[in-house]
């Protein structure tokens, strides 16, 4: 039992060690130097693109990592809530537009 485990263990070091970089947030392999660490997260979670952590920053509206709760080092602007108005927005017409449906009917 022992051996198995440890053969287990031994191998997905091996895969670890070996593991392609990734891009956490779109899951694309790319070359290390294209790839940033932005915060405290190791293994496989620790490497993103610039522009997908830029874009992800983004869409939650804050700079801190909900893994390691770090702030992202680099240059990420947050731009507060802009989507999350923008979908407010859209969603308040679409409702707009289903009462108006409504009245019509
Ligand atoms: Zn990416
Ligand atoms: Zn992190």
């Known amino acids: 039992m022992c051996e198995s ?8 070091a091996h895969m670890l060690a070996f593991a392609p970089h990734l891009c956490r947030i779109c899951l694309e392999e790319d070359a290390l130097e294209r ?7 190791t293994g ?5 693109h610039h522009s997908c952590i830029q ?4 869409e939650k509206g804050n700079t801190e990592c909900e893994i390691c709760h770090q702030q992202y080092k680099g240059q990420y602007r947050c731009v ?6 923008r979908l407010a927005l ?11 449906q409504d009245v019509q009917w």
């Open 80 to 85: 507060v809530g802009m989507s999350v108005q």
């Open 44 to 48: 496989t979670q620790r490497h993103a």
């Open 5 to 12: 485990t440890c053969g287990m263990l031994a191998s997905a």
């Open 90 to 100: 859209q969603v308040a017409h679409v409702c707009l537009q289903v009462m108006m």
């Open 55 to 58: 874009k992800w920053v983004n």
């Open 35 to 41: 790839l940033e660490q932005p915060c405290g997260c």
